[in-house]
């Protein structure tokens, strides 16, 4: 699908089947969304720019390369955004941080807005919009609108499931950002909620039903 880099490592798929299971424990699914979370990083920065630095080993002076221009922003949608930040920030521990606090009506499954805060330069940096599932993809959509009414112009969404219906919502409405995650599931149920899926991803992360 135009648009979509399905993350297809072998890593990335075992700890994914971990997650699923819904024996899992709060801690260890906690840690393997952060783990994954450091897999997918890895994946959607491997075209970052970068430029010649001279620097000086022990034993001699050579040109090696850094990331260019100003640092990332990670974007987690809270709450459940949340779980891959650690992961994230262990690989780019400058990357700068930026918070949505979105909850799904229950009624309408429409995005509900009670925080928003953010770097002042985000027309400047490479924003990463974090969420675990990309399910309905009103909260995604929601998190891009005002991320670009800040000013963000490069931004990308990352996430751990995706459903085709979320992935088509998306892209209609913001075909500028292209979508990195672990799988492409199989649908909604009438609940919203991705099937086959893990659950709801906040619960599961904090313990919560």
Not at 41 to 65: A, H, K, N, Q
Not at 121 to 130: N, S
Not at 177 to 191: C, E, G, R, S, Y
Request: proline fraction near 5%.
């Amino acid at each position: 699908m135009q648009g979509i880099t399905v993350v297809d490592h072998p890593l990335v798929r075992h700890k994914l089947s971990l997650m699923r299971d819904k024996r899992r424990s709060t801690k260890g699914f906690r840690q393997l969304l952060n783990e994954i979370g450091m897999l997918l990083c890895y994946e959607v920065t491997r075209d970052l720019p970068t430029e010649s630095v001279e620097i000086e080993t022990p034993m001699t002076t050579m040109v090696g390369t850094q990331i260019a221009g100003k640092k990332l922003v990670l974007a987690p949608i809270l709450r459940a955004g949340v779980g891959f930040l650690d992961g994230m920030l262990t690989l780019v521990p400058a990357a700068r941080v930026a918070h949505i606090g979105l909850y799904r009506d229950p009624e309408s499954l429409q995005a509900v807005e009670y925080y928003f805060k953010a770097p002042s330069d985000l027309a400047d940096r490479m924003v990463l919009v974090l969420d675990p599932m990309l399910a309905t993809a009103n909260s995604a959509v929601a998190a891009i609108d005002r991320l670009k009414e800040r000013g963000a112009k490069d931004l990308r969404f990352v996430c751990l499931l995706a459903a085709p219906e979320g992935i088509e919502k998306l892209r209609g409405s913001h075909p500028d950002v292209n979508i990195w995650t672990a799988a492409v599931d199989d649908k909604l149920n009438d609940h919203g909620y991705i099937v086959p899926g893990l659950g709801d991803a906040g619960d599961r992360m904090y313990g919560t039903r």
